[in-house]
């Protein structure tokens, strides 16, 4: 093991024990955080308070809380009445797994079942990346009445456009021309595959699952004239997190608008005509609506940039200053893997490297990082992640 430096020093591995829903970290999940301090002058009992206090700091900010205060202890244990967390996240059980004692050095090892309250966020996260298809009709019978039969190409374009034009949190980078449904028998494989290939965190698949005509009379002795035409339009948007394909959040929204035209009428999907109509100014709104919704749904949820290459103990990721990426930005670099247990059940395991990065220079679509303190970065690969906390 290298030589530790005087000041502390950590190195924190997280298991999360429990099956998530959230791309990575559950909002409730046992961490395992192991912690190491130097042993100064003999003082086990203050190396040992300074290794779990760290590893439990360590843990709590990576499941997105921000700790004010991890200073009192019991037996090497936080006390609960000193124990603050801005975020509102807090630490329902916290027990000593492991102390071991080196030549210079101790080693702790905690358990700490943390829950990150759903109504709080953390803060000054980047701008997170999606990817997302042209949006399949589920009945494309539904499509021939007005040659609307390549209408989700166009929504699809027109949700791109709404959501970079009016998103905070995040920003659409790919619309891939093609269809994809959820339906699709390899559907987790397909959204891990597109993230990957697209750079992406976050997979957006849409679906129109209405798009049926109907004629209604406004008047019973009117029956023999054509009553007016009015369409439906239902969208359904599910976003994935591309490293799992885990569903995070599922909208949809549904119109019933005037159909001006005749019933055997061609419009064009992309004309002026339709998207000037009545029908066309609704689903128009509609979009907008579910363009927000799913930008507010993404505020929540955590941003990882992937390493690109090491060289010359400097790392590159994959996001810069089109991402809200700054010189001076501090990040934490971390390993991600996924296994599952004997029942089936898919579990994360994150493993922090002990060294702090920061951002020494910004391009408009990666950036550079080094060591905060200096010391070599040992074991940093391609496709490991960083995280700004």
Same mark, same amino acid.
Not at 257 to 263: A, Y
């Given at each position: 093991?290298p030589? +530790?430096?005087?000041?502390?020093?950590?190195a924190?591995?997280?298991?999360?024990?429990?099956?998530?829903? +959230?791309?990575?970290?559950?909002n409730?999940?046992?961490? @395992?955080?192991?912690?190491?301090? %130097?042993?100064n002058?003999?003082?086990?009992?203050?190396?040992?308070?300074q290794?779990?206090?760290?590893?439990?700091?360590?843990a709590?900010?990576?499941?997105?809380?921000s700790? $004010?205060?991890?200073? @009192?202890?019991?037996?090497g244990l936080?006390?609960?009445d000193?124990? @603050?967390v801005?975020?509102?996240?807090?630490?329902?059980?916290l027990?000593?797994?492991s102390?071991?004692?080196?030549d210079?050095?101790?080693?702790? $090892?905690?358990?700490a079942?943390?829950?990150?309250?759903q109504?709080?966020?953390a803060?000054?996260?980047y701008?997170?990346?999606?990817?997302?298809?042209?949006?399949?009709?589920?009945?494309?019978? *539904?499509?021939?009445t007005?040659?609307?039969?390549?209408?989700?190409?166009?929504?699809?374009?027109r949700?791109?456009?709404?959501?970079?034009?009016?998103?905070?949190f995040?920003?659409?980078?790919?619309?891939?021309?093609y269809?994809?449904? $959820?339906?699709?028998p390899?559907?987790?494989?397909d959204i891990i595959?597109?993230?990957r290939r697209?750079?992406? *965190?976050?997979?957006l698949i849409?679906?129109?699952?209405?798009?049926?005509?109907?004629?209604?009379s406004?008047?019973?002795?009117?029956?023999?004239?054509?009553a007016? +035409?009015?369409?439906?339009?239902?969208?359904?948007?599910?976003?994935?997190?591309?490293?799992?394909?885990?569903?995070?959040?599922?909208?949809?929204?549904?119109i019933?608008?005037p159909?001006?035209?005749?019933l055997h009428?061609?419009?064009?999907?992309?004309?002026?005509?339709?998207?000037?109509?009545?029908?066309g100014?609704?689903v128009?709104?509609?979009?907008?609506? *579910?363009a927000?919704?799913?930008?507010?749904?993404?505020?929540c949820?955590?941003?990882?940039a992937r390493?690109?290459?090491?060289?010359? @103990?400097?790392?590159?990721?994959?996001?810069?200053k089109?991402?809200?990426?700054q010189?001076?930005?501090?990040? $934490?670099?971390f390993?991600h893997?996924?296994?599952?247990?004997?029942?089936?059940?898919?579990?994360?395991?994150?493993?922090?490297?002990?060294?702090?990065?920061?951002?020494?220079?910004?391009?408009?679509?990666?950036?550079l990082?080094?060591? %905060?303190?200096?010391?070599p +970065?040992?074991n940093?690969?391609?496709?490991d992640?960083?995280?700004? *906390?």
């Amino acid at each position: 093991m290298p030589k +530790l430096r005087q000041s502390l020093a950590t190195a924190v591995t997280l298991m999360v024990l429990a099956a998530t829903s +959230l791309p990575m970290l559950a909002n409730a999940a046992w961490f @395992e955080a192991t912690g190491q301090a %130097i042993i100064n002058n003999g003082n086990k009992a203050l190396a040992k308070k300074q290794a779990t206090q760290e590893a439990v700091k360590q843990a709590l900010m990576f499941a997105g809380a921000s700790i $004010t205060s991890v200073q @009192e202890m019991s037996n090497g244990l936080l006390e609960n009445d000193r124990f @603050e967390v801005r975020s509102g996240g807090e630490v329902n059980d916290l027990a000593l797994i492991s102390e071991t004692y080196h030549d210079d050095y101790v080693t702790i $090892t905690i358990r700490a079942d943390i829950f990150a309250h759903q109504n709080q966020c953390a803060a000054a996260q980047y701008k997170k990346r999606l990817v997302s298809t042209w949006f399949p009709i589920r009945d494309r019978q *539904q499509g021939l009445t007005g040659g609307l039969t390549e209408f989700g190409q166009t929504i699809s374009e027109r949700f791109e456009r709404q959501f970079n034009q009016t998103s905070r949190f995040a920003r659409i980078t790919h619309r891939k021309p093609y269809y994809l449904s $959820t339906q699709s028998p390899d559907i987790t494989n397909d959204i891990i595959t597109l993230a990957r290939r697209t750079d992406s *965190q976050y997979v957006l698949i849409g679906e129109i699952t209405e798009l049926s005509v109907e004629r209604t009379s406004r008047n019973a002795l009117l029956f023999w004239q054509d009553a007016p +035409l009015t369409r439906n339009f239902r969208l359904e948007l599910f976003l994935y997190d591309g490293n799992t394909a885990a569903l995070l959040k599922q909208e949809n929204i549904a119109i019933h608008s005037p159909w001006e035209f005749e019933l055997h009428q061609q419009v064009s999907p992309t004309s002026q005509q339709l998207w000037q109509s009545q029908y066309g100014k609704a689903v128009t709104a509609a979009i907008a609506e *579910q363009a927000t919704l799913v930008d507010e749904a993404l505020n929540c949820l955590p941003t990882y940039a992937r390493v690109l290459r090491v060289d010359n @103990e400097q790392v590159t990721i994959n996001i810069g200053k089109q991402d809200g990426v700054q010189v001076g930005d501090e990040v $934490t670099l971390f390993k991600h893997a996924q296994f599952l247990d004997p029942i089936g059940n898919l579990h994360q395991q994150l493993q922090l490297h002990p060294n702090q990065l920061e951002v020494i220079r910004v391009f408009n679509d990666t950036a550079l990082l080094g060591s %905060i303190s200096g010391a070599p +970065l040992a074991n940093v690969q391609a496709n490991d992640f960083v995280a700004r *906390q």
